[in-house]
Structure formats: structure tokens, C-alpha cells
Nanobody, 121 residues
Framework: QVQLVESGGGLAQPGGSLRLSCAAFGSILSIGVMGWYSRLPGKQRELVAVLTSGSNTNYADSVKVRFTISRENAKNTVYLQMNSLKPEDTAVYYC???????????????WGQGTQVTVSS
């Protein structure tokens, strides 16, 4: 079994910054795509940013230039640097990863528990 543990959420002022982290734990052999999604109450999760193992990225139009996704493969960790935050960035942010383990040789998709980001003055 794999656990994705997120940290770094909280309250920020408009124009401020936050850095989210997500570490994967378990008997991990390799990780493919890692990414971040956001969800507003009553709505489905939406893509914020994803990063492949080959360093290809994809961002939602609303966060391009302001957010940067990166990863440390040696630590099985993905980050989301959030700059120039806006009130409309307020949401629960979820980490997502495709992971291969000793028990599940195929890539299996996992979600973190979510971390709240609130942007308000």
C-alpha cells in the first residue's frame, strides 16, 4: 500500500506564497506522473499541475506563470510552489501519483488526503 502525505497548506494573503509538499511512502519501485488537483465544495477535482518522470509539465491556464511544480525523485516527493496567490485559488489541494510497488507491478493511481489552502486578507 502507498500513502501520499501532503503538507504546507494554510492561510495566505492575496499576493502571497505557499509551498505544498507531497511525499509518497511504501514499498515503492518507481513513480510515474505526479501532480496536484484542487477541489471546491460540491465540485469535482480539477487539474492544477502535473509532472511526468521525464520532467514534462502541464498546468491549468489559471495558474500558469504563478505556480511551479517540481519533484525530488530520490525522496519520492512532489512540490507545488504557489506564488501571487489569489482568493480564487482557495480550495482543498490533493496530491496524485502513479506508483509501482513490489506488490503491484503495474502503475496504480493514488490520492493524498488533501490540504486546505485559503487565500484571504
Amino acid at each position: 500500500q502507498v500513502q501520499l502525505v501532503e503538507s504546507g497548506g494554510g492561510l495566505a494573503q492575496p499576493g502571497g506564497s505557499l509551498r505544498l509538499s507531497c511525499a509518497a511512502f511504501g514499498s515503492i519501485l518507481s513513480i510515474g506522473v505526479m501532480g496536484w488537483y484542487s477541489r471546491l465544495p460540491g465540485k469535482q477535482r480539477e487539474l492544477v499541475a502535473v509532472l511526468t518522470s521525464g520532467s514534462n509539465t502541464n498546468y491549468a491556464d489559471s495558474v500558469k506563470v504563478r505556480f511551479t511544480i517540481s519533484r525530488e525523485n530520490a525522496k519520492n516527493t512532489v512540490y507545488l510552489q504557489m506564488n501571487s496567490l489569489k482568493p480564487e485559488d482557495t480550495a482543498v489541494y490533493y496530491c496524485n501519483a502513479d506508483v509501482r510497488t513490489a506488490l503491484t507491478p503495474r502503475l496504480t493511481n493514488y490520492w493524498g488526503q488533501g490540504t486546505q489552502v485559503t487565500v484571504s486578507s
